[in-house]
């Protein structure tokens, strides 16, 4: 299966224009099973705080969103959308102080084998001692159940060095490519993990605009011999 994290800047490009109807276009055509979005921004479109999310739902049907900003001018977070059902759908608090409340999407899909998968989506924090925290507390998290696991998301994280030592053995964190910032990524912040091991079969960069955002979106494919259960 294929699944994309994409850390979306507010729908807005590296310049601050406003791109969001490129990104529907963008990702409804792509042929992922989910999608885990970043940075959902009201403030790209005062007038239509959830336009870009309704505009991808003909294609992903099934949609998970939480909001960490969330006041009268402003709703800002991030989201599961899917192709394909979302059953227990949970989130877990993972705030560390701060004014935006960080929170992981924890839900699962049918999979190609009629089995499930757990797929975890997160955003973390930028104070490095609170996203430290919150690696820990994703492990804990995916520790629990037996179903695999995926875990999606900006990490903001910029060695893989400091993620393994804070994740421990319980999470295999997959080799990928630098994905920040788009015009010349030098950064992998944009990750996804695993449990068991050799879940994912291959992480690159998807084929889309790199000036849509900041970031390159990651694409991410499992290995179909891991069945659920």
Sequence with gaps: MRFLTWNVHGFRDALGRYVGPRVVE??????????????????ARPDAARLPLAALAEAYPYQRVT????NRWRRYGHALLSRVPLHVDREHDVRCGGLEVRRLL??????EDGGRLRVIAAHLDLAPWARYAQLRRIAAVAAAGDLPTLVLG????WTAQAIRRRVGPGLELVASPPTFPARRPWFALDRALCRPAGLVRRVSVAPLPRELSDHLPLLVETRPEFKGV
């Design 67 to 70: 909001y960490t900003i969330e």
């Design 26 to 43: 963008a990702l409804a055509d792509y042929p992922a099973a989910v999608l885990a979005l970043q940075e959902i921004d009201s403030l």
């Design 106 to 111: 924890d839900a699962e899909i049918d999979g």
């Design 154 to 157: 900006d990490l903001n994280v």
